[in-house]
T-cell receptor, first 119, second 115 residues
């Protein structure tokens, strides 16, 4: 069965600090998809990134970057120069692919990491 | 704004009652997913519909049911409500049936409180 673990329940930083959110996953499939979502205090879930298991290239988008390492089954998320607006709960999620290499669609979420950025 | 709409935003009801949550997917999306977010269980997948047909079931109770209509909106029906059903219910939509390039976009959620 697939599983996602976000060991950091809560992280507190001061503005402008860099912060890394850890995500470790378990799956028996060779084809799968990893996601990060952000849930701000308003409650909605905001999509941040999708990565497939064949693409281990790291990605950077503005102050956000993601480090995918299949060898350690990790998909970590780093926010550089954090800001108060980054305060939210961040979820890592996993979707396994079927025989055709497409996603089942069902997302398995980690428990989330609460990030608080203080001014 | 993801383009996925959910109504109502808040719902307060009593144990034993039945409620219906409604979701309209993004324009052009054929897949609708329902998730439940509670403090003890976290975010859990409930059910997936594609173009009107049920595609996958997760941890959905027998007291819960869903359907997707010809206009692609979906409803989640919760009956014989218990205190433990209090949660935030999310609907998400995606273009296809979970294709490799697919991404689920979530609505704002419906917060259900059972008293």
């Amino acid at each position: 069965a697939q599983k996602v673990t976000q060991a950091q329940t809560e992280i507190s930083v001061v503005e402008k600090e860099d912060v890394t959110l850890d995500c470790v996953y378990e799956t028996r499939d060779t084809t799968y998809y990893l996601f990060w979502y952000k849930q701000p205090p308003s409650g909605e879930l905001v999509f941040l990134i999708r990565r497939n298991s064949f693409d281990e290239q790291n990605e950077i988008s503005g102050r956000y970057s993601w480090n995918f390492q299949k060898s350690t089954s990790s998909f970590n998320f780093t926010i550089t120069a954090s800001q108060v607006v980054d305060s939210a709960v961040y979820f890592c999620a996993l979707s396994e692919a079927n025989m055709g290499g497409t996603s089942y669609g069902k997302l398995t979420f980690g428990q989330g990491t609460i990030l608080t950025v203080h001014p | 704004d993801s383009g996925v709409t959910q109504t109502p935003k808040h719902l307060i009801t009593a144990t034993g009652q039945r409620v219906t949550l409604r979701c309209s997917p993004r324009s052009g999306d054929l897949s609708v997913y329902w998730y439940q977010q509670s403090l003890d269980q976290g975010l859990q997948f409930l059910i997936h519909y594609y173009n009107g047909e049920e595609r996958a079931k997760g941890n959905i109770l027998e007291r819960f049911s869903a359907q997707q209509f010809p206009d692609l909106h979906s409803e989640l029906n919760l009956s014989s409500l218990e205190l433990g059903d209090s949660a935030l219910y999310f609907c998400a939509s995606s273009v296809l049936e979970g294709a490799s390039t697919d991404t689920q976009y979530f609505g704002p959620g419906t917060r259900l409180t059972v008293l």
